[in-house]
């Protein structure tokens, strides 16, 4: 079965330091991933996404997220976190030839001062 | 520019009853979809559209139904609610152009309690 995966449930970090938001995948044929942020009491806003080509994605806010195809991994990533940053974090994967969506269950970041 | 609007934000409902949440979208996206999002459960397809007059069952449809008679609106109605149906609920919409990797928009939710 199509899946994704979203190991911990929350992640800590300083600000400043980078941050890391892992997801792993799992499906036949190609994967078309995203990133999604959700703030408090909004719906989802999308952050980045890989479709093709270079393996290291850049999104909005000065987030990135790093393709690897052996590992299955989609991993997201900041090189210094705001405490603005603190939210839940999705990612998703689409599959070729369908247009639907299937989410991890997210990821809730907190960044303290 | 409004992008996904949808209303109510809230609603308490008794177990039985039935309504309709609306969600209408400015940006002439063909695609349109709706989830609900559980905690810990992250978001979960109920219904899709690719385009007036046609939808399509999601992953989780049962106790709801949809329409689409134009491309701006795709409301979602319950019959007879029943506490598992407590959830928030989002609206969401896409391109069809440019292929599959074109991002979805989503609305606020409607945050939805049955008792």
């Known amino acids: 079965a199509q899946s994704v995966a979203q190991p911990e449930d929350q992640v800590n970090v300083a600000e400043g330091n980078p941050l890391t938001v892992k997801c792993t995948y799992s499906?036949?044929?190609?994967?078309?991933l995203f990133w999604y942020v959700q703030y408090p009491n909004r719906g989802l806003q999308f952050l980045l996404k890989?479709?093709?080509?270079?393996?290291l994605v850049k999104g909005s806010y000065g987030f990135e997220a790093e393709f690897n195809k052996s590992q299955t991994s989609f991993h997201l990533k900041k090189p210094s976190a705001l405490v603005s940053d603190s939210a839940l974090y999705f990612c998703a994967v689409r599959f070729s030839g369908f247009q639907k969506l299937v989410f991890g269950t997210g990821t809730r970041l907190l960044v303290s001062p | 520019n409004a992008g996904v609007t949808q209303t109510p934000k809230f609603r308490i409902l008794k177990i039985g009853q039935s309504m309709t949440l609306q969600c209408t979208q400015d940006m002439n996206h063909n695609y349109m979809y709706w989830y609900r999002q559980d905690p810990g459960m992250g978001l979960k397809l109920i219904y899709y559209s690719v385009g007036a007059g046609i939808t399509d069952k999601g992953e989780v449809p049962n106790g709801y139904n949809v329409s689409r008679s134009t491309t701006e609106d795709f409301p979602l109605r319950l019959e007879l609610a029943a506490p598992s149906q407590t959830s928030v609920y989002f609206c969401?919409?896409?391109?069809?152009?440019?292929?599959?990797?074109?991002?979805?928009?989503f609305g606020d939710g409607t945050r939805l309690s049955i008792l």
């Open positions: 890989y479709i093709t080509g270079d393996n």
């Open positions: 499906v036949s044929g190609n994967p078309y």
């Open positions: 969401a919409s896409s391109y069809r152009a440019g292929g599959i990797g074109q991002p979805q928009h």
